[in-house]
């Protein structure tokens, strides 16, 4: 049973910064595409960041372009989001996503796998 669990969600000011966590168990990690999505109350979820597992090559979405960066742990199955520069816009509940198809682009939709969400809250 593949699970996933997300930390390091929060409230920080505008202009701050915040790295979320997803901690992934069981299937096979390095065979993973992985995403980032996020949903605000009354619409519907967007996707965030993806990153394929093969070749590493990264897709986002265009209003976090040179903000936010996604990466991946292979030794300890996690991957990341780093949020720099955060906007009030970008308050959300975060959510990580994998995606168990060997593939070199990476993804928008599709995931398989879902974790339960962590807040983020940027303020004035």
């Known amino acids: 049973q593949v699970q996933l669990v997300e930390s390091g969600g929060g409230l920080v000011h505008a202009g701050g910064s915040l790295r979320l966590s997803c901690t992934v168990s069981g299937g096979s990690f390095t065979q993973y595409g992985l995403g980032w999505f996020r949903r605000v109350p009354g619409k519907e979820r967007e996707f965030v960041a993806a990153?394929?597992?093969?070749?590493?090559?990264?897709s986002y979405l265009e209003s976090v372009k040179g903000r936010f960066t996604i990466s991946r742990d292979n030794a300890e199955t996690m991957f990341y989001l780093r949020m720099d520069n955060l906007k009030l816009e970008d308050t959300a509940v975060y959510y990580c996503a994998a995606r168990d198809v060997l593939s070199s682009i990476p993804v928008r939709d599709g995931y398989d796998y879902w974790g339960q969400g962590t807040q983020v809250t940027v303020s004035r």
């Open positions: 990153l394929a597992p093969v070749g590493g090559d990264t």
